[in-house]
């Protein structure tokens, strides 16, 4: 069965910190996605990166970095210099290219000025 | 975008509530998630333009979902009860083209 793993219910920074939010999947599939999508209060879910599991190349965008290690099924994403309007919840995710994706708890992340 | 209508619903207990889904124009897939607090999103159903091609056992007989002519979808609870209280998300993709999921903004449902 597939499942996504979210450790961190909440995580607290004051601005300018770094900070990094952990996901751990459980797949069977030799061939699979990853995502992560940020959740601010409006509630729309908004599309950050996908990856599949053949590209273990770690990815960044501007503050935002990727690191999959697939030897720990693990897929964290860090953000760098935080600011206040990064304030979010943050959802990992897990497909196994049929689109249907299999979310985790999320971790809410806010970041005081 | 995703649009989804109403943005919040108040109902009473046995009621019966329709919500709508206008996906992105030529998006042929739709898939509906239903998020309670403090949870992430659930898969409820996808459709394939108006064919819907996988349910959830989370869709229980009183939910019904339709997508006439493959473009908006609705998604109607009858019958509602407290537990259906949830937001309901909508989301869209032009499968073989990209493959980004966008997901509209969600109906908030509050049965009381």
């Known amino acids: 069965a597939q499942k996504v793993t979210q450790a961190q219910t909440e995580i607290s920074v004051v601005e300018k910190e770094d900070v990094t939010l952990d996901c751990v999947y459980e797949?069977?599939?030799?061939?699979?996605?990853l995502f992560w999508y940020k959740q601010p209060p409006s509630g729309e879910l908004v599309f950050l990166i996908r990856?599949?599991?053949?590209?273990?190349q770690n990815e960044i965008s501007g503050r935002y970095s990727w690191n999959f290690q697939k030897s720990t099924s693990s897929f964290n994403f860090t953000i760098t210099a935080s600011q206040v309007v990064d304030s979010a919840v943050y959802f990992c995710?897990?497909?196994?290219?049929?689109?249907?994706?299999?979310f985790g708890t999320g971790t809410r992340l806010q970041v005081f000025p | 975008g995703v649009s989804q209508s109403p943005s919040n619903k108040v109902t009473e207990k046995g009621k019966d509530v329709e919500l709508r889904c206008d996906p992105i124009?030529?998006?042929?897939?739709l898939y509906w998630y239903r998020q309670t607090l403090g949870q992430g999103p659930e898969f409820l159903t996808y459709?394939?333009?108006?064919?819907?091609?996988?349910k959830s056992r989370l869709l229980s007989d009183r939910f019904s979902a339709e997508r006439p002519k493959g473009s908006f979808s609705t998604l109607e609870i009858q019958r509602t009860e407290q537990g259906d209280s949830a937001m309901y998300l909508c989301?869209?993709?032009?499968?073989?083209?990209?493959?980004?999921?966008?997901f509209g903004e969600g109906s908030w449902l509050t049965v009381v």
């Open positions: 459709f394939q333009n108006e064919a819907q091609l996988e």
């Open positions: 995710a897990l497909s196994d290219g049929t689109d249907k994706l299999i």
């Open positions: 990856r599949n599991s053949f590209d273990e």
């Open positions: 124009s030529e998006h042929n897939r």
């Open positions: 989301a869209s993709i032009h499968r073989g083209s990209g493959n980004t999921i966008y």
């Open positions: 797949t069977r599939d030799t061939t699979y996605y």
